[in-house]
């Protein structure tokens, strides 16, 4: 299974894809974990990007990436009105992924992450429109307001010192930031509601303790914290959109 994969960047990646081999495993028919147990998951599925020392695309440069490959854009025209933030990205992500697919082998589906910041509504909306004309499975997932209230879905202190950490960041914030990080709203980094700077204050900026907050914590406690943030629904969008494939 070859799956085009568009975010913002490597942290991103990283927890994108972490969570669907993590439902893959988890939540998948019974022969896919008994072959990941006996197998690379790699040989399950490939992430597919511009190159291989690329495994995503990046977003950001997406109509840049479309221009070199000779694509032309479409006007960013759905049902006859201007399109919401986010529609031709999502379209031009398939579109990207379909030229791909041409160089070098199928591409089975994509997925697209991308952070909300302070549009939410409007630009799930605006994936959701541009997604319904690509002809690939697409998976979209929203971090709300950005990637990091995901992660601190799945914090849970491993010692004193984070118990300390968590208890001192619910003293100031009036509430517990791993169980609502949908609350984190403030934009500037070194706001007190600033969920990258809840998170740096309870992992220390350590990438491997980040990634144990999607590896080892339990899809269903994910879910239920996950909720406002936009993580439950890319929990679902893996289930119900690429699982399938497998079936």
């Avoid at 972490?18 to 690379?40: F, H, K, N, Q, T």
């Avoid at 549009?119 to 997604?131: I, K, S, V, Y």
């Avoid at 070194?190 to 350590?206: E, I, N, W």
């Amino acid at each position: 299974m070859r799956i085009a994969v568009f975010c913002e960047a490597a942290d991103d990646f990283a927890i994108a894809t972490g969570l669907i081999d993590r439902v893959l495993y988890d939540e998948g028919p019974s022969w896919l974990r008994e072959y990941v147990e006996a197998r690379p998951c790699s040989d399950l599925r490939e992430w597919v990007g511009p190159g291989p020392d690329r495994p995503f695309f990046d977003v950001h440069h997406i109509y840049k990436e479309a221009r070199a490959r000779g694509i032309v854009l479409p006007r960013n025209r759905f049902a006859e009105r201007r399109g919401g933030p986010g529609a031709l990205m999502a379209y031009t992500a398939y579109l990207v992924a379909r030229e791909e697919a041409w160089r070098s082998g199928p591409v089975d589906a994509l997925v697209l992450v991308w952070d909300m910041d302070d549009q939410g509504d409007a630009r799930r909306e605006g994936l959701a429109e541009g997604r319904a004309i690509g002809l690939l499975p697409m998976l979209v997932g929203c971090p709300d307001m950005e990637r990091e209230a995901w992660v601190l879905a799945g914090f849970e202190p491993e010692n004193a010192n984070e118990r300390e950490k968590l208890e001192q960041e619910r003293k100031n914030l009036g509430f517990e930031p791993h169980r609502e990080a949908h609350r984190l709203r403030d934009k500037d980094d070194r706001a007190p509601r600033s969920p990258k700077r809840v998170l740096s204050s309870l992992t220390g900026d350590d990438r491997e303790r980040e990634s144990r907050c999607w590896t080892d914590v339990p899809l269903d406690t994910l879910r239920a914290r996950g909720d406002g943030s936009g993580l439950r629904a890319y929990l679902e969008e893996i289930r119900e959109r690429l699982l399938p494939l497998w079936r």
